[in-house]
């Protein structure tokens, strides 16, 4: 495909693919009214994708006959949508809505709940297809991505922003579900572009638009404003990124302390971020979000036992391993406790994280009732270097051994295959049902914990 010659102006056609040759309405070629161009569309390199309304989408895939009803993902005791599809958001339903609101406003709308296990998998599906565009893939949440394609025209020989539109093509045709992209010069705008004109969006944010595009929107449009910073920024009077623009530094980070200097710089469209590797990720780990809350032993274990394992999994399969095992817990009242315990050798065995984990949650059951349990490890290093046999403990070096022997049962059997004593039976696994926002902070990165 000879795209030098072709102009950025008049762009290519986002379902043939075919470069246009004049400032035209429909594709010369299949009459398709999606044409993309812009005047950097064959420089910029840096994209988010994100899954339009992932959960409902795989529904849909699998039951045509949902095809045109709304559907809403969800339910459970706590009652909330998880993800609603866009004829269910037509009708006023929004995600984290409580379930009787939405179905007020939608009472056609079908609910089905989550299925967390089908959802991963076909996330897993759609990372693997991204990593095959470039290695530069940074998960952000189960069905979204940062993708930088710096360098990647040789091996494509076509430029980013068609080897994203052919990636778009794929996903529909061999996975079934849509995405929309954001392409621009940095994560900020490339996420916000992504957000633009979902579903089945593609829109450019160019590096010479930025200031002016940014100008007259709010300020929640800022990576890290939510509401209550917002509604500080508004007893200031501050709305719009614009505003921003016109204030320095010294007198934002007078104002907003550390936030202050984020605000300067993504107001100007400015954000020097770059796309990490998965493997680059500084810590792994898993989280459950609990239909009810929790305060005994008898809820918790098995359910940080699933979670070790979970962890365990992404390490191996990320040649990795971690030398402090992190437990978290969320309060029924929403508070967050963090507990950390370093381990003499870093370890990727599902057997030791839950070990530790175990230690640091049997201090914490006291009669507080949680709705949230997490387990994870930090200071990650390269796998060669995890659990050395211990010729101290030989338990624990039979146990690194029972649990390679049921990885291999797993990977070649499937998950179900093999259960342990604290998950057999019990039903947790798979259970819990994360509510709210269809995010699965599995993956976190050092700018996402505020
Ligand atoms: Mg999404």
């Known amino acids: 495909m000879d795209t030098q010659t072709n102009t950025p102006e008049h ?3 986002r379902d043939c693919l075919t470069p246009q040759t004049d400032v035209v309405r429909r594709c010369a070629r299949c009459g398709s009214p999606r044409l993309l161009r812009h005047p950097e569309l064959y420089r910029l390199h840096l994209a988010h994708i994100d899954c339009d309304a992932f959960y409902a989408a795989v529904e849909k895939r699998d039951n045509p006959a949902l095809k045109d009803k709304p559907v809403i993902i969800g339910g459970g005791k706590r009652g909330v949508v998880s993800t609603a599809c866009y004829i269910a958001r037509i009708n006023g339903v929004r995600s984290a809505m409580p379930m009787f609101k939405a179905l007020e406003a939608c009472p056609q709308a079908i609910v089905i709940k989550p299925n967390m296990e089908k959802y991963a998998q076909v996330g897993r599906d759609v990372r693997q297809m991204m990593q095959e565009l470039t290695p ?3 998960p952000i949440s189960i069905d979204e991505a940062f993708l930088d394609l710096a360098g990647t025209q040789r091996l494509h020989n076509m430029p980013p922003a068609l080897v994203l539109a052919r990636f778009i093509t794929r996903l529909e045709k061999e996975i079934g579900i849509t995405a929309s992209v954001g392409l621009s010069y940095c994560k900020f705008l490339a996420k916000v572009a992504s957000d633009f004109r979902k579903p089945r969006g593609f829109s450019v944010i160019g590096e010479a638009e930025a200031l002016e595009f940014l100008k007259p929107q709010p300020v929640t449009m800022i990576w890290g404003v939510g509401k209550a910073f917002a509604s500080m920024l508004e007893r200031d009077a501050i709305r719009t990124i614009g505003q921003l623009q016109t204030m320095n530094q010294a007198e934002l980070m007078r104002n907003y302390g550390s936030m202050g200097i984020r605000l300067y710089h993504l107001s100007r469209g400015s954000d020097a971020r770059q796309v990490t590797r998965e493997r680059d990720t500084k810590s792994i780990s898993a989280e459950t979000t609990f239909d009810q809350d929790f ?3 008898d809820d918790l274990v098995p359910v ?5 394992e979970k962890v365990s999994e992404r390490l191996k399969k990320a040649d990795l391993a971690g030398r402090t095992v992190v437990l978290k817990l969320k309060t029924a009242d929403f508070k967050t406790r963090t507990r950390n315990r370093q381990l003499n050798d870093p370890t990727r065995l599902a057997d030791r994280i839950f070990a530790t984990g175990l230690e640091l949650l049997r201090k914490e059951i006291n009669g507080t009732k949680y709705r949230l349990l997490g387990i994870g490890v930090a200071d990650l290093c390269d796998a060669e270097k995890a659990d050395p046999p211990d010729l101290v403990d030989i338990q ?8 390679e022997a049921m990885d291999r049962l ?8 093999v259960e342990t004593g604290y998950t ?9 049902v994360r509510t709210g926002e269809e995010q699965e902070p599995d993956i976190r990165h050092p700018w996402e914990r505020n």
């Open 410 to 417: 797993r990977n070649k059997f499937g998950r179900a295959a």
């Open 295 to 297: 305060g005994n032993s």
């Open 396 to 403: 624990s070096h039979k146990r690194a051994l029972a649990e």
């Open 136 to 138: 530069q893939v940074e």
């Open 304 to 308: 940080l036992r699933a979670l070790s």
């Open 424 to 432: 057999f039976g019990k039903g947790h696994r798979g259970k819990p």
């Open 11 to 13: 762009g290519f056609c």
